[in-house]
Protein backbone atom coordinates (compact mmCIF):
# COMPACT_ATOMS: atom_id res chain seq x y z
CA UNK A 1 0.00 0.00 0.00
CA UNK A 2 1.33 3.30 -1.28
CA UNK A 3 1.61 6.07 2.11
CA UNK A 4 1.27 9.65 1.58
CA UNK A 5 1.51 12.35 3.93
CA UNK A 6 -1.73 14.66 4.70
CA UNK A 7 -2.07 17.94 6.51
CA UNK A 8 -3.52 17.51 9.96
CA UNK A 9 -3.31 20.39 11.59
CA UNK A 10 -2.12 23.93 11.04
CA UNK A 11 -1.44 26.57 13.36
CA UNK A 12 1.09 30.17 13.86
CA UNK A 13 2.19 32.97 15.94
CA UNK A 14 3.33 36.59 15.65
CA UNK A 15 4.97 38.41 17.78
CA UNK A 16 3.06 41.23 19.51
CA UNK A 17 5.00 43.87 18.90
CA UNK A 18 3.92 45.73 15.31
CA UNK A 19 6.21 47.88 13.24
CA UNK A 20 4.64 50.01 10.65
CA UNK A 21 5.89 51.48 7.56
CA UNK A 22 5.27 54.96 9.28
CA UNK A 23 7.34 53.75 12.25
CA UNK A 24 10.54 52.76 9.81
CA UNK A 25 9.98 56.54 8.11
CA UNK A 26 11.53 57.64 11.82
CA UNK A 27 14.55 55.25 11.26
CA UNK A 28 15.77 55.04 8.38
CA UNK A 29 15.54 57.04 4.85
CA UNK A 30 12.30 55.55 3.40
CA UNK A 31 8.84 56.63 2.70
CA UNK A 32 5.45 54.24 3.65
CA UNK A 33 4.68 55.17 0.00
CA UNK A 34 8.08 53.79 -1.46
CA UNK A 35 7.52 50.51 0.68
CA UNK A 36 3.52 50.33 -0.14
CA UNK A 37 4.40 50.72 -4.00
CA UNK A 38 7.11 48.49 -4.42
CA UNK A 39 6.57 45.89 -1.92
CA UNK A 40 3.25 45.73 -0.80
CA UNK A 41 4.59 45.53 2.74
CA UNK A 42 2.15 47.83 5.13
CA UNK A 43 3.54 46.37 8.33
CA UNK A 44 5.65 43.25 10.15
CA UNK A 45 5.78 41.59 13.81
CA UNK A 46 9.17 42.43 15.49
CA UNK A 47 9.89 39.76 18.61
CA UNK A 48 10.24 41.52 21.79
CA UNK A 49 13.72 41.57 23.87
CA UNK A 50 13.51 38.48 25.43
CA UNK A 51 10.99 36.62 22.93
CA UNK A 52 13.45 33.80 20.71
CA UNK A 53 12.42 31.97 17.73
CA UNK A 54 12.09 28.68 19.30
CA UNK A 55 9.09 30.60 21.70
CA UNK A 56 7.52 31.83 18.35
CA UNK A 57 8.17 27.92 16.75
CA UNK A 58 6.41 26.74 20.35
CA UNK A 59 3.46 29.04 20.08
CA UNK A 60 2.74 28.15 16.74
CA UNK A 61 3.28 24.33 17.14
CA UNK A 62 1.07 24.29 20.16
CA UNK A 63 -1.29 26.09 17.91
CA UNK A 64 -1.47 23.14 14.96
CA UNK A 65 -1.42 20.30 17.65
CA UNK A 66 -4.67 21.65 18.64
CA UNK A 67 -5.97 22.25 15.34
CA UNK A 68 -5.07 18.23 14.41
CA UNK A 69 -6.77 17.98 17.99
CA UNK A 70 -3.16 15.82 18.81
CA UNK A 71 -0.70 16.09 21.94
CA UNK A 72 2.59 16.44 21.59
CA UNK A 73 3.20 12.55 22.58
CA UNK A 74 1.61 11.72 19.11
CA UNK A 75 4.87 13.51 17.29
CA UNK A 76 7.46 11.01 16.06
CA UNK A 77 9.10 13.60 13.98
CA UNK A 78 10.19 17.09 14.33
CA UNK A 79 11.69 19.29 11.50
CA UNK A 80 11.91 22.84 12.18
CA UNK A 81 13.25 25.54 9.10
CA UNK A 82 14.83 28.61 11.11
CA UNK A 83 17.61 31.03 9.55
CA UNK A 84 17.50 32.60 13.01
CA UNK A 85 18.02 29.48 15.31
CA UNK A 86 18.21 30.58 18.96
CA UNK A 87 21.48 28.71 19.59
CA UNK A 88 24.50 27.18 17.26
CA UNK A 89 23.56 23.79 19.15
CA UNK A 90 21.33 22.24 19.98
CA UNK A 91 19.37 22.43 16.74
CA UNK A 92 16.06 24.60 17.99
CA UNK A 93 14.03 21.64 16.76
CA UNK A 94 15.91 20.10 20.00
CA UNK A 95 15.08 23.14 21.87
CA UNK A 96 11.56 22.51 20.72
CA UNK A 97 11.03 18.69 21.78
CA UNK A 98 12.05 20.18 24.95
CA UNK A 99 9.82 23.04 25.31
CA UNK A 100 7.12 20.23 23.90
CA UNK A 101 8.61 17.59 26.69
CA UNK A 102 8.54 15.09 24.16
CA UNK A 103 11.30 12.39 23.86
CA UNK A 104 13.40 10.31 21.70
CA UNK A 105 11.86 10.99 18.28
CA UNK A 106 14.56 12.48 15.54
CA UNK A 107 14.12 16.57 15.76
CA UNK A 108 16.62 18.25 13.30
CA UNK A 109 16.53 21.84 11.70
CA UNK A 110 16.70 22.24 8.27
CA UNK A 111 18.76 25.69 6.90
CA UNK A 112 16.94 26.61 3.19
CA UNK A 113 16.57 30.19 4.30
CA UNK A 114 13.23 31.57 3.08
CA UNK A 115 12.85 28.20 0.82
CA UNK A 116 13.04 26.40 4.49
CA UNK A 117 9.60 25.59 5.29
CA UNK A 118 9.13 23.80 1.73
CA UNK A 119 12.67 22.00 2.27
CA UNK A 120 11.28 20.80 5.71
CA UNK A 121 8.47 19.53 4.32
CA UNK A 122 9.66 17.66 1.93
CA UNK A 123 11.77 16.05 4.13
CA UNK A 124 9.05 15.05 6.39
CA UNK A 125 7.10 13.99 3.40
CA UNK A 126 10.00 11.56 2.39
CA UNK A 127 9.84 10.16 6.31
CA UNK A 128 6.38 9.40 5.98
CA UNK A 129 6.22 7.99 2.95
CA UNK A 130 9.21 5.55 3.48
CA UNK A 131 7.24 4.53 6.79
CA UNK A 132 9.57 6.01 9.00
CA UNK A 133 7.31 8.17 10.81
CA UNK A 134 3.47 8.73 11.40
CA UNK A 135 3.39 12.27 12.66
CA UNK A 136 5.80 15.02 11.71
CA UNK A 137 5.73 18.58 13.27
CA UNK A 138 7.30 20.75 10.54
CA UNK A 139 7.79 24.18 11.54
CA UNK A 140 8.88 27.45 9.88
CA UNK A 141 9.98 30.03 12.64
CA UNK A 142 12.12 33.14 12.21
CA UNK A 143 13.44 36.32 14.15
CA UNK A 144 14.93 37.56 11.41
CA UNK A 145 14.72 41.09 12.57
CA UNK A 146 17.87 40.30 14.35
CA UNK A 147 20.01 39.45 10.98
CA UNK A 148 18.82 43.12 9.97
CA UNK A 149 20.84 46.25 10.33
CA UNK A 150 18.18 49.01 10.58
CA UNK A 151 20.43 51.54 8.84
CA UNK A 152 20.10 49.66 5.66
CA UNK A 153 16.61 50.79 3.74
CA UNK A 154 17.17 47.88 1.21
CA UNK A 155 17.28 45.58 3.83
CA UNK A 156 15.52 46.60 7.21
CA UNK A 157 11.53 47.64 5.33
CA UNK A 158 11.58 44.24 4.10
CA UNK A 159 11.52 41.35 6.68
CA UNK A 160 9.50 40.40 9.52
CA UNK A 161 9.48 38.23 12.58
CA UNK A 162 6.62 34.87 13.12
CA UNK A 163 6.25 31.17 13.01
CA UNK A 164 4.31 28.94 11.40
CA UNK A 165 3.55 25.00 11.98
CA UNK A 166 1.71 22.08 10.33
CA UNK A 167 1.37 18.51 11.44
CA UNK A 168 1.71 16.01 8.26
CA UNK A 169 0.31 12.58 9.46
CA UNK A 170 0.45 8.94 7.32
CA UNK A 171 -2.62 8.25 5.24
CA UNK A 172 -2.83 5.88 2.66
CA UNK A 173 -4.80 8.92 0.25
CA UNK A 174 -2.69 11.92 -0.68
CA UNK A 175 -1.96 14.67 0.75
CA UNK A 176 1.27 15.82 -0.37
CA UNK A 177 1.19 14.90 -4.00
CA UNK A 178 4.43 16.04 -4.75
CA UNK A 179 8.10 17.97 -3.80
CA UNK A 180 10.73 19.86 -5.07
CA UNK A 181 13.84 21.13 -4.13
CA UNK A 182 16.82 23.08 -6.01
CA UNK A 183 19.63 25.54 -5.21
CA UNK A 184 22.45 26.45 -6.86
CA UNK A 185 25.16 28.01 -4.26
CA UNK A 186 26.74 30.11 -7.33
CA UNK A 187 24.65 32.51 -6.42
CA UNK A 188 25.46 32.86 -2.63
CA UNK A 189 26.75 36.44 -2.92
CA UNK A 190 23.38 38.30 -3.78
CA UNK A 191 21.76 37.62 -0.76
CA UNK A 192 23.49 36.25 2.70
CA UNK A 193 24.96 37.18 6.15
CA UNK A 194 28.76 36.82 5.76
CA UNK A 195 29.16 36.33 9.55
CA UNK A 196 29.72 32.81 10.17
CA UNK A 197 31.40 29.76 12.69
CA UNK A 198 34.10 29.11 10.24
CA UNK A 199 35.17 32.37 9.55
CA UNK A 200 35.83 32.91 12.86
CA UNK A 201 33.11 35.20 12.91
CA UNK A 202 34.53 37.73 10.43
CA UNK A 203 32.33 39.81 8.17
CA UNK A 204 28.81 41.59 8.91
CA UNK A 205 26.26 39.87 11.36
CA UNK A 206 23.93 41.49 9.24
CA UNK A 207 22.04 40.56 6.03
CA UNK A 208 23.48 42.10 2.98
CA UNK A 209 21.19 42.03 -0.32
CA UNK A 210 21.33 42.87 -3.96
CA UNK A 211 17.68 43.12 -4.03
CA UNK A 212 17.13 44.33 -8.26
CA UNK A 213 19.59 41.35 -9.05
CA UNK A 214 17.55 39.07 -6.24
CA UNK A 215 14.14 39.77 -7.80
CA UNK A 216 14.90 39.06 -11.46
CA UNK A 217 16.20 35.72 -10.41
CA UNK A 218 13.26 34.73 -8.37
CA UNK A 219 10.08 35.83 -10.91
CA UNK A 220 12.10 33.46 -13.72
CA UNK A 221 13.13 30.36 -11.04
CA UNK A 222 9.10 30.72 -9.54
CA UNK A 223 7.83 30.65 -13.15
CA UNK A 224 10.20 27.28 -14.09
CA UNK A 225 9.57 25.43 -10.77
CA UNK A 226 5.18 26.62 -11.49
CA UNK A 227 5.82 24.73 -14.74
CA UNK A 228 8.03 21.79 -13.30
CA UNK A 229 5.51 21.30 -10.84
CA UNK A 230 2.00 20.87 -12.62
CA UNK A 231 4.78 18.72 -15.52
CA UNK A 232 5.32 16.25 -13.06
CA UNK A 233 1.77 15.81 -11.60
CA UNK A 234 0.08 15.73 -15.29
CA UNK A 235 -1.63 18.96 -13.68
CA UNK A 236 -2.50 22.24 -15.75
CA UNK A 237 -3.16 25.88 -14.34
CA UNK A 238 -6.38 24.92 -14.24
CA UNK A 239 -6.34 22.54 -11.57
CA UNK A 240 -5.32 24.80 -8.53
CA UNK A 241 -7.18 25.60 -6.00
CA UNK A 242 -5.18 28.07 -4.26
CA UNK A 243 -1.33 29.54 -4.57
CA UNK A 244 0.08 30.09 -1.50
CA UNK A 245 3.69 31.72 -1.99
CA UNK A 246 6.40 32.93 -0.03
CA UNK A 247 5.87 36.48 0.57
CA UNK A 248 8.72 38.47 -0.23
CA UNK A 249 7.26 41.22 -2.33
CA UNK A 250 3.56 41.62 -3.99
CA UNK A 251 5.53 41.87 -7.36
CA UNK A 252 6.65 38.68 -7.38
CA UNK A 253 3.72 37.13 -5.96
CA UNK A 254 1.97 38.77 -8.67
CA UNK A 255 4.30 37.89 -11.79
CA UNK A 256 3.92 34.12 -10.52
CA UNK A 257 -0.43 34.57 -10.02
CA UNK A 258 -0.02 35.54 -13.31
CA UNK A 259 2.37 32.54 -15.01
CA UNK A 260 -0.51 30.47 -13.29
CA UNK A 261 -3.03 32.85 -14.73
CA UNK A 262 -4.56 32.72 -11.25
CA UNK A 263 -7.09 35.91 -10.43
CA UNK A 264 -5.19 37.68 -7.15
CA UNK A 265 -7.98 36.46 -5.40
CA UNK A 266 -7.20 32.58 -5.41
CA UNK A 267 -3.44 33.81 -3.71
CA UNK A 268 -3.01 33.77 -0.08
CA UNK A 269 -1.26 37.13 0.14
CA UNK A 270 -0.13 38.14 3.92
CA UNK A 271 3.26 40.25 2.90
CA UNK A 272 1.30 43.37 3.78
CA UNK A 273 0.86 42.69 7.01
CA UNK A 274 3.77 40.25 7.75
CA UNK A 275 6.38 41.27 5.53
CA UNK A 276 8.90 38.98 4.76
CA UNK A 277 9.34 36.48 7.43
CA UNK A 278 11.56 33.74 5.53
CA UNK A 279 10.76 30.29 6.61
CA UNK A 280 8.11 31.20 8.85
CA UNK A 281 5.80 33.01 6.00
CA UNK A 282 4.57 30.03 3.52
CA UNK A 283 2.92 28.17 7.36
CA UNK A 284 1.72 31.45 8.51
CA UNK A 285 0.13 32.20 4.86
CA UNK A 286 -1.44 28.63 4.78
CA UNK A 287 -3.12 28.67 8.66
CA UNK A 288 -4.29 31.76 7.99
CA UNK A 289 -6.31 31.01 4.99
CA UNK A 290 -7.29 27.57 6.77
CA UNK A 291 -8.29 29.59 9.85
CA UNK A 292 -10.16 32.17 8.07
CA UNK A 293 -12.35 29.72 6.10
CA UNK A 294 -10.96 30.20 2.33
CA UNK A 295 -9.55 26.89 2.02
CA UNK A 296 -11.24 24.07 2.25
CA UNK A 297 -10.48 20.47 2.57
CA UNK A 298 -9.93 18.56 -0.88
CA UNK A 299 -8.71 21.76 -2.50
CA UNK A 300 -5.21 21.48 -4.56
CA UNK A 301 -2.77 24.08 -3.13
CA UNK A 302 0.62 25.04 -4.79
CA UNK A 303 3.49 26.31 -2.64
CA UNK A 304 6.54 27.66 -4.10
CA UNK A 305 9.46 30.14 -2.22
CA UNK A 306 12.91 31.36 -3.18
CA UNK A 307 15.84 32.46 -0.73
CA UNK A 308 18.99 32.57 -0.19
CA UNK A 309 21.38 30.37 -1.14
CA UNK A 310 20.22 30.80 -3.60
CA UNK A 311 16.92 27.86 -2.82
CA UNK A 312 13.98 27.49 -4.85
CA UNK A 313 11.25 24.49 -4.41
CA UNK A 314 7.45 24.10 -4.36
CA UNK A 315 4.99 21.53 -2.41
CA UNK A 316 1.40 20.19 -4.35
CA UNK A 317 -0.92 18.94 -2.16
CA UNK A 318 -4.34 18.24 -1.77
CA UNK A 319 -5.55 19.49 1.60
N1 LIG B 1 13.05 53.54 0.65
C1 LIG B 1 13.18 54.47 -0.30
N2 LIG B 1 13.99 54.31 -1.38
C2 LIG B 1 14.66 53.14 -1.48
C3 LIG B 1 14.57 52.14 -0.52
C4 LIG B 1 13.72 52.37 0.60
N3 LIG B 1 13.56 51.48 1.58
N4 LIG B 1 15.35 51.11 -0.87
C5 LIG B 1 15.92 51.45 -2.04
N5 LIG B 1 15.50 52.68 -2.41
C6 LIG B 1 15.86 53.43 -3.60
C7 LIG B 1 17.16 52.97 -4.22
O1 LIG B 1 18.25 53.60 -3.59
C8 LIG B 1 16.99 53.41 -5.65
O2 LIG B 1 17.24 54.79 -5.74
P1 LIG B 1 17.97 55.41 -7.04
O3 LIG B 1 17.05 55.11 -8.17
O4 LIG B 1 18.07 56.84 -6.67
O5 LIG B 1 19.27 54.68 -7.12
C9 LIG B 1 15.49 53.21 -5.92
O6 LIG B 1 14.88 53.17 -4.61
C10 LIG B 1 15.17 51.95 -6.67
O7 LIG B 1 15.89 50.89 -6.07
P2 LIG B 1 15.79 49.42 -6.60
O8 LIG B 1 16.63 48.54 -5.75
O9 LIG B 1 16.00 49.39 -8.08
O10 LIG B 1 14.24 49.15 -6.33
P3 LIG B 1 13.38 47.88 -6.67
O11 LIG B 1 12.17 48.28 -7.41
O12 LIG B 1 14.20 46.76 -7.22
O13 LIG B 1 12.87 47.45 -5.23
C11 LIG B 1 13.36 45.76 -3.59
C12 LIG B 1 13.80 47.06 -4.25
C13 LIG B 1 14.40 45.32 -2.61
C14 LIG B 1 12.03 46.00 -2.91
C15 LIG B 1 13.17 44.70 -4.71
O14 LIG B 1 14.31 44.67 -5.52
C16 LIG B 1 12.96 43.32 -4.15
O15 LIG B 1 11.93 43.05 -3.57
N6 LIG B 1 13.91 42.43 -4.39
C17 LIG B 1 13.79 41.05 -3.97
C18 LIG B 1 14.08 40.99 -2.52
C19 LIG B 1 13.72 39.68 -1.98
O16 LIG B 1 12.70 39.14 -2.30
N7 LIG B 1 14.58 39.17 -1.12
C20 LIG B 1 14.34 38.00 -0.38
C21 LIG B 1 14.31 36.84 -1.26
S1 LIG B 1 13.55 35.59 -0.37
Known amino acids: MTIFS ?25 TDQWIRERTGILKRHVAGPDET ?16 GLKPTDIDLIVMATTTPDQVFPSSACLLQQRL ?4 CAAFDVQAVCTGFVYAVAVADKFIRTGTSKCALVVGAETLSRLLNWE ?16 LGASDEPGIISTHLHA ?52 DQADIDWLIPHQANIRIIQATARKLNLPMDRVVVT ?3 HGNTSAASIPLAFDQAVRDGRI ?18 SVLLTY
Open 184 to 235: DGAYKDLLQVPAGIGNGQRGSPFMEMRGNEVFRVAVTTLGRIVDETLEAAGM
Open 271 to 273: VDE
Open 6 to 30: RVLGTGSYLPEKVLTNGDLEGMVDT
Open 53 to 68: CVDLAEAAARNALDAA
Open 101 to 104: DIHG
Open 152 to 167: DRGTSVLFGDGAGAVI
Open 296 to 313: RRGETLLMEAFGGGFTWG
